[in-house]
């Protein structure tokens, strides 16, 4: 499991989420990122977004 | 005839950026007065309301749907309704790469994935924040309004699994010299670096960066780390990694005034810390320093980075700086040329911590300065939009960022105020910060130039002269180029400092000649 330690010694390997300029200036550095395609979650699902969270 | 309308495009998700162009580019548009490119979230629904809109009109809209609100001229609001479509086609993202459809999908396809970059509405960060900790992940939260209650419960969670978060409302950071967010390119070197504020990191790094030195990390924690109810929990735990990282000779820690209790507890920590340690605490009145802090306390950017590199043991040059006589001979044939009248600055920055330094330095020389940012001591602004005398604006604030683009990204803001500075004929100087670096307006100081042109010529017009003094932020490792940008500055008539401090307190030299002059 990483920490922030690995996180100093490795440099950033990064998931982004939201705007992608952040990921490509990652990129522009050389380091690797991947951008997730998110959206916001819909607001009657909350709830069973929680139960779902709990489960997985 | 005015008319407003609410276009609603369901399941339509676009992120901030990329709506504020669209924002931008329809109030630019003939006949339009107000116009707002959205996700349907409640906050966005409120400001919408706030503005005039009807909350009917907007209740069918969920946080997954688009809204558009237009307000002018009956013809030109319906002629966008129904030719939305072109407004709203997104440009291909450059070299991004195919995109993972979740998060566990991004953990799948890059297992020793170490940082989690969260820019999403501050409403969804936590949970995206809490999802990345559950799988080991350090957390880098530019997101903003994530409430205070989920930022010590992210910031608990992180600190019992030995992971950090940097953030909420953190704007960079430096991982072993690659910059997160909106940084500079900073070479590697000795210095480690903890910030609560983003644009006072960067002009630490900066300027540790044109010395000839270089940062091992520079760590940000946000902006409400150090207040009393977060506890500095995000400082201590990067405090701790620094004094660990065998590449860290000194560490540096910057922020504003911390909360009380927390400002105990960080100097107790820095007491106990096994490498030499160097503090700023921006705008922290000289009697509330604490007496028992067994490091310098520094009271300026410029400061801190002298003391740090001198506790790194390198023997530098420093960056570019005046001599005394040069800087006499430059106030002078500003001043020489100023009409009765011209008294005031205006300071219109991009750096919500340049602002502050500022104010400081006025405050400092007992010059009185109303912003809407106030450093203890100065006066609140009633109207950011409207200076009265000596007015230092952080047009980064939330006022000025709400449907549209920070000053760093979009100049669109200060070019507008620029211009109605130059109007004022009570006005002497313009202060301005100009901040380069990875993530920020392609072209920084050519976005300004011909407002600075102009408000020259304007004043000059007049029978004044406008001192217009900038500093800039960058090195020459950045996209934009240090060199390129100051000269850029220059060809348009601005006076260029290498740091903030310098700027400020050339500007401050300014007004206090004027004061001396008009009695």
């Known amino acids: ?56 | 005839m005015s008319s407003r309308e609410i276009a609603i495009k369901k399941n339509r998700y676009f992120d901030s950026v990329f709506l504020m162009t669209v924002t931008r580019r329809l109030s630019e548009q003939p006949g339009i007065e107000n116009a707002a490119a959205v996700m349907g979230s409640p906050a966005n629904k409120a400001i919408l309301v706030n503005m005039g809109f009807a909350e009917e009109a907007l209740a069918p809209a969920g946080p997954n749907d688009l809204i558009v609100a237009l307000e002018g001229d009956r013809a030109a609001v319906r002629r966008l309704v129904d030719h939305l479509e072109e407004w709203i086609i997104r440009p291909t993202p450059e070299r991004t790469g195919p995109m993972a459809i979740s998060f566990d999908d991004a953990l799948s396809r890059q297992p020793k994935s170490n940082l989690a970059v969260i820019s999403v509405p501050g409403e969804y960060a936590a949970r995206e924040a809490h999802a990345a900790l559950a799988h080991g992940i350090s957390v880098f939260l530019f997101s903003d309004h994530v409430p205070l209650e989920d930022e010590i419960a992210l910031k608990r969670k992180a600190s019992q699994a030995g992971l950090i978060v940097m953030g909420p409302d953190c704007g960079t950071a430096l991982i072993g010299g690659i910059g997160v967010g909106f940084a500079n390119a900073v070479r590697r070197g000795p210095i480690g670096v903890v910030a609560s504020s983003g644009t006072g990191l960067q002009e630490f790094s900066c300027l540790v960066h044109r010395a000839g030195s270089g940062v091992s990390h520079g760590i940000g924690t946000g902006s409400r780390d150090l207040s009393d109810e977060v506890g500095g929990l995000s400082t201590l735990t990067a405090v701790n990694a620094l004094e660990d990282d065998p590449g860290t000779r000194v560490v540096a820690v910057i922020s504003k005034p911390p909360g009380k209790t927390t400002l105990q507890r960080i100097v107790e920590r820095l007491n106990r810390c096994g490498k030499p340690v160097v503090a700023c605490f921006l705008g922290l009145a000289p009697d509330s320093r604490p007496e028992n802090a067994r490091f310098k306390i520094c009271s300026t950017l410029d400061d801190i980075v002298t003391a740090a590199l001198r506790l790194s043991g390198e023997e530098l040059a420093g960056w570019p700086a005046l001599s005394a006589d040069q800087l006499e001979t430059l106030l002078h044939g500003q001043v020489r040329r100023m009409a009765a009248q011209q008294k005031y600055i205006r300071g219109l920055f991009a750096g919500g911590t340049l602002c502050y330094q500022s104010q400081q330095v006025m405050r400092d020389a007992g010059i009185i300065v109303y912003s809407n940012a106030p450093l203890d001591g100065m006066r609140q602004i009633k109207d950011p939009n409207t200076s009265i005398e000596n007015t230092l604006i952080d047009m980064g604030a939330d006022e000025f960022t709400v449907g549209t683009p920070h000053p760093m990204i979009d100049a669109t803001q200060r070019i507008r105020r620029i211009q109605a500075e130059a109007q004022d004929p009570e006005v002497a100087v313009l202060l301005l910060d100009v901040i380069l670096g990875y993530n920020a307006s392609p072209e920084p100081a050519g976005d300004l130039a011909n407002a600075i042109r102009a408000a020259k010529r304007t004043t000059a017009d007049a029978g004044r002269h406008l001192s217009v003094v900038a500093s800039v932020c960058g090195t020459d490792g950045d996209p934009q180029g240090l060199e390129e940008q100051e000269e850029i500055l220059r060809e348009a008539g601005a006076i260029v400092f290498a740091s903030n401090l310098q700027a400020s307190s050339f500007a401050r030299d300014i007004v206090l000649q004027r004061m001396e002059v008009l009695g």
Not at chain 1, 1 to 10: H, K, N, Q, W
Not at chain 1, 11 to 18: H, M, S, V
Not at chain 1, 30 to 44: G, K
Request: hydrophobic residues 40%; without cysteine; glycine residues 6%.
């Open chain 1, 1 to 56: 499991m990483p920490t922030i330690r690995s996180l100093m010694e490795e440099g950033p390997i990064a998931i982004n989420l939201g705007l992608q300029g952040f990921a490509k200036a990652l990129q522009d550095q050389s380091r690797p990122v991947i951008q997730v395609d998110w959206s916001p979650p819909p607001p009657q699902d909350e709830e069973m977004q929680d139960i779902l969270d709990e489960l997985l």
